[in-house]
């Protein structure tokens, strides 16, 4: 069981800087990439915006199940 708890707190604290990550790389997108393309993919202001939210998205989700990890162990 332990095993299995720590996996979910690595995992956890992963997601949790992954999103911290895509959520500074999107404000630099939006800042920084205004009016061009990107790779192809669409316009760096418009991926900048997606970034910001989906890192969002990740890091609390990051810290809620961090929080859950420890009210359970």
């Not at 995992?11 to 990107?38: H, N, P, S």
Request: hydrophobic share 60%; charged share 15%; aromatic share 6%.
């Amino acid at each position: 069981m332990k095993d299995k708890d720590l996996l979910l707190s690595i995992l956890a604290i992963a997601v949790y800087i992954i999103g911290g990550i895509a959520t500074f790389g999107g404000v630099a997108l939006i800042l920084l990439m205004e009016g061009k393309d990107l790779w192809g993919m669409g316009d760096g202001h418009t991926l900048g915006y997606l970034f910001v939210c989906v890192g969002l998205v990740m890091s609390i989700l990051g810290v809620l199940v961090m929080r859950i990890l420890r009210n359970r162990l």
